[in-house]
């Protein structure tokens, strides 16, 4: 009888030390070729040649283990092992070899199946799943590991379209109206999955800019006129910096009325010909900017407004008035 | 164990850096009660790290570009009242650098609006989560291949987490890889067909397999990474998710292998809702419809009430059932069995009983008072919520 307490103070003794040193954590010798030893599987992710043979040697690993597994979890262990063959088969799709393994795939007998289920929940409470859930948890970091170029390569390309339609949206692009970025959404891809446009529409776009008429030398004059670029396209060049298009344009004015005409883009400067009657020749319309580019070291919206009010009767009479 | 990255993504209106500090802060007070009590010597900060996504920059930027717009027209007096007056009323970016200004009429639909309505503000609002998001994916990979992922989005912030995770996963970001990948696909069917025994219909069949397969199966794609965890706290995806129906995109749960489901991009789905803010409450997603394998989309209903602002993500936060399934998909390691069954507890108000200051009270701070309670009771949701999904 005392031999009996004694040899069930030994299992006591030694169930307590396995419990207390969770294999994973290595140090424990029984575990050293665990499926599960992470030093381990860090070390070959590390070291090994290719990811058929890192699955070859998880795939011994957890075969050599396979004894030990009550035949409850048979089922879970041919999931494991149909698994680590398909991985090894050359005749498996590529993206096969990556794909993540969780616990989820596998049956548990009587462990809660909710997210807080861990390695060392499998461990305490079903020890003999422990090599079934350590074979598929390896796979999946070997498949991760095998995944981080992919990853860095996606990461590039997201990044390098964030930065390009940040350039056209934000920062160096043309500025669009809420109406134009809708007339640009139907009209471009504009997925955030796909490349960013080089190119971008023109849609009813207001402006203002200057009509210059030139029938007679003494007739000559130059008023304020607002305008409206009906539709046009430009198209960006080696940055957003730099764009070129074109654009069909109306105007009006108070000494010639309304016309209609082409006009010419180019680096955020645009200049155009409108004709406003059939008996008066056409004028020249010139954007503010494209005025202001002569004087680049002023404030050019400053310079136009003084411009502006110097010019002619006229324009006084149509600023006051509208005042 | 790895030290896990929990990504949150804001809702509507200004967020500077250090946004989601006071959630941070409740999450941490939890989690340490928890492990105080399961006499764990360890903080949430070991195995969680918070990385905030800010968008709202985006919008500011837009009103600042339809100022200057508005601007340059000003030169001529009268002439451009009618935008210089659109552009005020939407968001005087350039005197107050808010998105909305002082304007308290669009308070709180200028941000929603643009980014339901224009696809150009979602392209980038989406391209910059997503560039952030998966550069840090890349770079804790990198020093841990253990790390996991989650998603937090709140209010608005779970539509624009919705579309930025249903992009992420399901666009081939890495054309180049991609077209190797076919070309070696072709090569293999071209040397299967020109084989004595090749059998021409299964040569075909992988044919069409592997270019599909390889066109859905990049680095960050849904069949190639997952994350951890999703939580949707206040889900507005059926009223601003763009990119896909809530119900058929793949930010869901991933179905069992071999199962014919709609792909999904994390382990678990947690849609949280409280029954009297009515943001959660206008077009609910019924989470039922995306329980598949059963039991990995969760649907949290929370009543409890700490503050006048039910809507904020503290106060989502402080409910047990809401930090529960925080803690234990994204710090399983430390949140375990135990630690949950306390959890369920404190809620399950046995606690009270036992006359326990842990004991989670449904009413409390500025809502101690029953009578105030049940006056707010009256005015909320769902009566205001019902005529809202009518109009809808």
């Known amino acids: 009888m005392n031999r009996l307490k004694y040899l069930l103070l030994i299992v006591v003794l030694i169930g307590s030390k396995a419990s207390a040193s969770p294999f994973w954590c290595g140090g424990d010798d029984r575990f050293t070729d665990h499926p599960l030893d992470y030093d381990k599987i860090g070390a070959e992710l590390k070291s090994s040649p290719s990811l058929p043979e890192l699955y070859q040697s998880i795939r011994t690993r957890f075969l050599s283990h396979v004894t030990d597994i009550d035949k409850q979890f048979e089922e879970n262990v041919l999931i494991a092992r149909g698994l680590l063959d398909d991985l090894l088969d050359p005749r498996s799709p590529v993206f096969l070899r990556h794909v993540p393994f969780r616990w989820r795939d596998l049956k548990f007998h009587g462990i809660a199946n909710d997210c807080t289920i861990t390695a060392e929940t499998v461990q305490a409470q079903k020890p003999g799943l422990a090599a079934v859930y350590a074979a598929l948890e390896t796979v999946n970091l070997a498949g991760r590991q095998a995944n981080l170029p992919d990853i860095d390569g996606s990461v590039a390309a997201i990044r390098g379209n964030w930065e390009e339609t940040r350039a056209w949206l934000l920062e160096d692009g043309l500025p669009q109206w809420p109406w134009e970025m809708k007339v640009n959404e139907k009209l471009l891809d504009t997925d955030p999955g796909s490349p960013t446009p080089r190119t971008q529409y023109l849609f009813l776009r207001p402006s203002l800019g200057l009509n210059l008429s030139y029938p007679r030398q003494e007739d000559a004059d130059i008023v304020p006129t607002g305008a409206l670029e009906v539709f046009g396209r430009i198209w960006y060049r080696d940055s957003y910096k730099k764009h070129w298009g074109i654009a069909l344009l109306t105007d009006i004015d108070s000494d010639n009325g309304a016309g209609i005409g082409f006009s010419f883009r180019w680096n955020g400067y645009w200049a155009g010909f409108v004709q406003h009657a059939d008996d008066r020749p056409a004028s020249l319309y010139v954007g503010i900017d494209l005025y202001g580019l002569f004087h680049s070291d002023a404030d050019r919206s400053a310079l136009a407004n003084e411009f502006i009010d110097d010019l002619s009767p006229s324009v006084k009479g149509l600023r006051s008035g509208a005042d | ?392």
């Open chain 2, 1 to 392: 164990m790895a030290r896990n990255v929990l990504f949150l993504i804001h809702g509507i209106g200004n967020h500077g850096p250090g946004w989601s500090e006071k959630s941070q802060q409740v999450l941490s007070a939890e989690f340490e009660r928890y492990m105080m009590h399961a006499g764990k010597n360890v903080s949430l900060s070991d195995s969680l790290e918070f990385v905030e996504l800010p968008y709202n920059g985006i919008f500011v930027n837009i009103w600042k570009r339809w100022s200057e717009l508005s601007t340059r027209l000003d030169l001529l007096d009268g002439q451009p009242q009618f935008l210089e007056q659109t552009v005020d009323l939407l968001g005087d970016a350039s005197t107050s650098g808010s998105q909305i200004g002082n304007n308290r009429k669009v308070d709180y639909a200028g941000d929603a609006l643009l980014y339901r309505s224009l696809g150009l503000v979602r392209r980038l609002v989406l391209l910059q989560i997503m560039s952030e998001m998966a550069g840090i994916i890349a770079d804790r990979m990198a020093s841990d291949i253990r790390t996991e992922f989650g998603v937090l989005g709140h209010s608005m912030g779970t539509a624009v987490a919705h579309d930025a995770l249903h992009i992420l996963g399901t666009t081939n970001w890495t054309q180049q890889s991609w077209d190797a990948g076919v070309s070696k696909t072709l090569t293999e069917s071209e040397a299967a067909l020109s084989s004595p025994s090749g059998n021409l219909r299964r040569a075909e069949k992988e044919l069409l397999d592997g270019v599909e397969q390889k066109a859905r199966f990049s680095g960050l794609s849904a069949g190639m990474f997952q994350f951890k965890s999703i939580f949707m706290v206040a889900n507005t995806c059926r009223s601003l998710a763009c990119e896909s129906d809530p119900y058929r995109s793949i930010v869901r749960p991933r179905p069992h292998p071999g199962s014919h489901g709609i792909a999904g991009f994390a382990d678990w789905f947690v849609n949280v809702s409280h029954v009297y803010d009515p943001v959660a409450q206008i077009r609910k997603l019924d989470t039922a419809r995306l329980n598949d394998p059963p039991g990995s989309a969760l649907d949290i209903n929370v009543s409890h009430l700490y503050s006048d602002d039910v809507h904020a993500l503290d106060h989502y936060l402080l409910n047990p059932k809401v930090h529960r399934e925080v803690f234990g998909t994204m710090c399983p390691g430390s949140f375990g069995i135990a630690e949950r069954d306390y959890a369920n507890r404190r809620f399950d108000e046995q606690l009270e009983a036992e006359g326990n200051p842990d004991y989670f009270k449904r009413r409390g701070g500025d809502f101690s008072d029953t009578a105030v309670a049940s006056r707010m009771r009256e005015f909320t949701t769902k009566h205001f919520s019902d005529l809202l999904e009518k109009l809808v």
